[in-house]
């Protein structure tokens, strides 16, 4: 994978830790229960061991996919995002115009996405929906339930 991934300087911060997290404190862990398995005598019969390689091979696969991540990583400059449409890490207020209901989302990397808290994926949907449009226009966005129209309310950071 060669794509570039766009992320906020808090959301490498967190890509960070968590990289710092499974070398430091996982893969010595992991390390110590192999030796813990290999002294309990003949590995060809040893659940314990081909338990702990198991996950000692997760772990590798996890620390790759992120070190991939963070070296595919550029920082978005916060400072020059524009609120005339709707971009990344915008926030944007929209009124379904079926029910009424109008919702709040902020446009993040895939990375940093939590629907819970009101982040949403650039590539989602919704975000690609609103992409490029102004404050009144009216989207027509295709989900899994349907077409949904939504009204552009507020654009802000």
Same mark, same amino acid.
């Given at each position: 994978?060669?794509?570039?991934?766009?992320?906020?300087?808090?959301?490498?911060?967190?890509?960070?830790?968590?990289?710092?997290?499974?070398?430091?404190?996982?893969?010595?862990?992991?390390?110590?229960?192999?030796?813990?398995?290999?002294?309990?005598?003949?590995?060809?019969?040893?659940?314990?061991?081909?338990?702990?390689?198991? *996950? $000692? %091979?997760?772990?590798?696969? #996890?620390?790759?996919?992120?070190?991939? &991540?963070?070296?595919? +990583?550029? =920082? @978005?400059?916060?400072?020059?995002?524009?609120?005339?449409?709707?971009?990344?890490?915008?926030?944007?207020?929209?009124?379904?115009?079926?029910?009424?209901?109008?919702?709040?989302?902020?446009?993040?990397?895939?990375?940093?996405?939590?629907?819970?808290?009101?982040?949403?994926?650039?590539?989602?949907?919704? *975000? $690609? %929906?609103?992409?490029?449009? #102004?404050?009144?226009?009216?989207?027509? &966005?295709?989900?899994? +339930?349907? =077409? @949904?129209?939504?009204?552009?309310?507020?654009?802000?950071?």
């Amino acid at each position: 994978m060669s794509d570039v991934l766009y992320v906020t300087e808090e959301g490498l911060q967190r890509l960070k830790e968590e990289l710092d997290r499974l070398r430091g404190v996982e893969r010595p862990l992991i390390s110590k229960l192999i030796a813990d398995a290999r002294d309990k005598g003949d590995l060809t019969e040893n659940a314990e061991y081909s338990a702990a390689k198991e *996950a $000692q %091979g997760m772990l590798e696969m #996890k620390i790759a996919r992120l070190e991939d &991540i963070i070296n595919r +990583s550029r =920082i @978005i400059d916060e400072t020059k995002i524009d609120t005339s449409t709707v971009r990344i890490l915008n926030k944007v207020k929209i009124r379904n115009k079926s029910n009424d209901t109008v919702m709040e989302y902020q446009l993040v990397p895939e990375s940093e996405a939590n629907f819970r808290i009101g982040k949403i994926a650039i590539n989602s949907p919704i *975000a $690609q %929906g609103l992409i490029g449009k #102004k404050v009144g226009e009216t989207v027509q &966005i295709t989900v899994p +339930s349907g =077409i @949904i129209p939504f009204e552009i309310i507020s654009i802000s950071l």
